[in-house]
């Protein structure tokens, strides 16, 4: 609705302003200018206005117990004594590692005869015979011509 009244009022502003061309003017008239104040109602919008809450920051406070001396039944010497302790360095002597040589008993095996046998028998199959069905109703013909 507001942009309907915007446009509105744009377009009368538009043709208000506008005016004929310099070149055209009709035989035996002078063109004068007149304005004229033209009135625009602006609406605004006047309500109740609505309180909204609003945040607000609330400082946290921590409270850190400090200790403080009270009376208690037993006797404390003042000043404590603390036993002080001193950390002397004391050497320490690595030892060196070295090699040690130490005889290990192992088997040994002796050297002993060993047979080779240089001619193997390849057993070969011998041909059988195999029976071949001659059919006498066939002819067999050796090539040439019928």
Do not use: C, N
Not at 15 to 28: I, L, N
Not at 130 to 138: A, D, Q, S
């Amino acid at each position: 609705m507001i942009a309907f009244r915007a446009a509105t009022i744009l377009i009368i502003a538009a043709v208000a302003s506008a005016r004929p061309s310099d070149e055209w003017e009709p035989e035996g008239h002078s063109h004068t200018e007149h304005t004229k104040p033209y009135h625009v109602t602006v609406v605004k919008k006047i309500g109740v206005p609505i309180p909204h809450p609003v945040a607000v920051s609330v400082p946290q406070y921590v409270k850190i117990p400090i200790p403080q001396p009270y009376p208690v039944h037993v006797t404390v010497e003042q000043p404590i004594h603390v036993p002080v302790y001193k950390v002397v360095p004391q050497v320490v002597e690595k030892p060196v590692p070295y090699t040690v040589e130490k005889p290990v008993p192992y088997e040994v095996e002796k050297p002993y005869p060993v047979e080779v046998e240089k001619k193997v028998e390849v057993p070969i199959p011998k041909p059988y015979p195999v029976h071949v069905p001659v059919y006498k109703h066939i002819y067999h013909h050796k090539g040439g011509k019928h």
